[in-house]
C-alpha cells in the first residue's frame, strides 16, 4: 500500500488488485479501477497491440515474466510513459498476472530531449558541410533540402521548396524544390512579395504558418492536395534573402520548439546564401582582374614591341648620318 511504485494483479482483463501508487499514477481513485477497467483502459490504443500479447504470453504460461515499456495514457487524457515488470501467478485457482509499474514519463522525456537535440545538431552540421561544397547554389540548396525533409521529430509531408531573391528586390525565385507538382512549378516559379504565403513571410519577414489552404494560400490550382505549411522568411541583416517553405499534414499545430528549430536551419540557409554569393563575386572578380592584367600586359608588349622599333630605327638613321 505504501510502494512507491505501482503494484497491480489483472485477472480476465480487468484489475483485481491496485494500489495507491498505481491509481495516483494514472489518475484515478483505486475503487474506479478495481473490477471496473483494465489495462486495455490506461494504454495508448497504438500500443495496445503489445501489450495484450505480453498479457498473453504470462496467462497461457508461455512466459513467466516480461519487462517492457508502454505508453499509457491517464484519465485527463495525458499520455504518459511507463516500465512495467510482470509474472504469471494464480489468484483464486485460476491464472492472473501480477507485477509492478513505474512512471518513467520524465525520464523519458529527457532522454527524447537530448535525442532531439543530437538530431537538430546532426541537421545544423551536415547543412553547415553543404556550403563548404564547391557547387553551385541551387545544388547546395536541393542537397539543404532534403536534409531539412528528413527530420524526424517533424511533422512534414515529402514536399518543399526554397526560393531566392535574385535581381529583383522584391520577387522570390523557386530555387529548389522536392515533391512539387509541375502546376505548383509553373504557378510559383516567380512570386512577388506579398502574394500568398511565402510572398507574405518575406513580405512582413515573419514566419506565416497555415494548418490547412486558407484564404492566404492565393496559388492554387484544380486538385490540390489539402495541407499545412510552414512558410519561413530566410533574412542576413534584416534583408530578405529568400523563403523556406514546408508542407505539412492538414490540421497540424505548430509548436513552440519547431519554430525555434526552424529559425536555426533558416539562419544557417542564409549563411549558405551568401557564402556562395560572396565566393561567386570574388570568382567574378578574380576573373575580371585576371583579364585586366592580360590585357595590361598586351598593351605593355606592344608599347614595348614600338619602343624596339623605334630603337631600331634611330640606329638605323644614326649609322646613315655618319656614314
Given at each position: 500500500?505504501?510502494?512507491?511504485v505501482?503494484?497491480?494483479?489483472?485477472?480476465?482483463?480487468?484489475?483485481?488488485?491496485?494500489?495507491?501508487?498505481?491509481?495516483?499514477?494514472?489518475?484515478?481513485?483505486?475503487?474506479?479501477?478495481?473490477?471496473?477497467?483494465g489495462?486495455?483502459?490506461?494504454?495508448?490504443?497504438?500500443?495496445?497491440?503489445?501489450?495484450?500479447?505480453?498479457?498473453?504470453?504470462r496467462i497461457?504460461?508461455?512466459?513467466?515474466?516480461?519487462?517492457?515499456?508502454?505508453?499509457g495514457?491517464?484519465?485527463?487524457?495525458?499520455?504518459?510513459?511507463?516500465e512495467v515488470?510482470?509474472?504469471?501467478?494464480?489468484?483464486?485457482?485460476?491464472?492472473a498476472?501480477?507485477g509492478?509499474?513505474?512512471?518513467?514519463?520524465?525520464?523519458?522525456?529527457?532522454?527524447?530531449?537530448?535525442?532531439?537535440?543530437?538530431?537538430?545538431?546532426?541537421?545544423?552540421?551536415?547543412?553547415?558541410?553543404?556550403?563548404?561544397?564547391?557547387?553551385p547554389l541551387?545544388?547546395?540548396?536541393?542537397?539543404?533540402?532534403?536534409?531539412?525533409?528528413?527530420?524526424?521529430?517533424?511533422?512534414?509531408?515529402?514536399?518543399?521548396?526554397?526560393?531566392v531573391?535574385?535581381?529583383?528586390?522584391?520577387?522570390?525565385?523557386?530555387?529548389?524544390?522536392?515533391?512539387?507538382?509541375?502546376?505548383?512549378q509553373?504557378?510559383?516559379?516567380?512570386?512577388?512579395?506579398?502574394?500568398?504565403?511565402?510572398?507574405?513571410?518575406?513580405?512582413?519577414?515573419?514566419?506565416?504558418?497555415?494548418?490547412?489552404l486558407?484564404?492566404?494560400?492565393?496559388?492554387?490550382?484544380?486538385?490540390i492536395?489539402?495541407?499545412?505549411?510552414?512558410?519561413?522568411?530566410?533574412?542576413?541583416?534584416?534583408?530578405?534573402?529568400?523563403?523556406l517553405?514546408?508542407?505539412?499534414q492538414?490540421?497540424?499545430?505548430?509548436?513552440?520548439?519547431?519554430i525555434?528549430?526552424?529559425?536555426a536551419?533558416?539562419?544557417?540557409?542564409?549563411?549558405i546564401?551568401?557564402?556562395?554569393?560572396?565566393?561567386d563575386?570574388?570568382q567574378?572578380?578574380?576573373?575580371?582582374?585576371?583579364?585586366?592584367?592580360?590585357?595590361?600586359?598586351?598593351?605593355l608588349?606592344?608599347a614595348?614591341?614600338r619602343?624596339?622599333?623605334?630603337?631600331?630605327?634611330y640606329?638605323?638613321?644614326?649609322?646613315?648620318?655618319?656614314?
Open positions: 500500500e505504501e510502494s512507491l505501482g503494484i497491480y494483479l489483472i485477472q480476465d482483463g480487468v484489475f483485481k488488485y491496485a494500489n495507491p501508487r498505481l491509481s495516483k499514477i494514472f489518475g484515478y481513485a483505486v475503487e474506479d479501477l478495481i473490477d471496473k477497467k489495462p486495455k483502459d490506461l494504454t495508448l490504443p497504438e500500443d495496445w497491440p503489445i501489450v495484450e500479447e505480453n498479457l498473453r504470453k497461457s504460461g508461455e512466459v513467466e515474466s516480461i519487462h517492457y515499456d508502454f505508453r495514457i491517464a484519465k485527463n487524457k495525458e499520455t504518459i510513459y511507463v515488470y510482470g509474472t504469471r501467478t494464480v489468484y483464486k485457482e485460476r491464472p498476472v501480477i509492478t509499474l513505474l512512471d518513467i514519463t520524465e525520464r523519458k522525456r529527457a532522454d527524447d530531449r537530448l535525442k532531439k537535440s543530437y538530431q537538430i545538431q546532426n541537421v545544423l552540421d551536415s547543412l553547415l558541410h553543404i556550403s563548404l561544397e564547391e557547387i541551387e545544388e547546395q540548396l536541393e542537397k539543404s533540402l532534403d536534409i531539412i525533409l528528413s527530420v524526424p521529430f517533424l511533422p512534414l509531408m515529402p514536399k518543399g521548396g526554397i526560393f531573391v535574385e535581381d529583383k528586390p522584391d520577387v522570390l525565385i523557386l530555387t529548389a524544390n522536392r515533391g512539387f507538382s509541375v502546376p505548383i509553373e504557378i510559383c516559379a516567380r512570386v512577388p512579395f506579398g502574394r500568398c504565403l511565402c510572398g507574405r513571410a518575406a513580405a512582413s519577414k515573419q514566419i506565416q504558418f497555415a494548418d490547412c486558407d484564404e492566404r494560400h492565393e496559388n492554387r490550382y484544380d486538385g492536395t489539402p495541407h499545412g505549411h510552414y512558410n519561413v522568411p530566410i533574412l542576413s541583416m534584416g534583408k530578405v534573402l529568400g523563403v517553405v514546408l508542407y505539412l492538414e490540421g497540424h499545430q505548430q509548436k513552440k520548439s519547431e525555434e528549430f526552424l529559425q536551419v533558416v539562419n544557417t540557409l542564409a549563411g546564401i551568401e557564402r556562395k554569393r560572396l565566393e563575386a570574388l567574378k572578380f578574380n576573373e575580371e582582374l585576371m583579364e585586366k592584367v592580360k590585357e595590361r600586359t598586351r598593351e608588349g606592344d614595348n614591341l619602343l624596339e622599333v623605334l630603337n631600331i630605327e640606329r638605323m638613321k644614326k649609322e646613315e648620318a655618319e656614314e
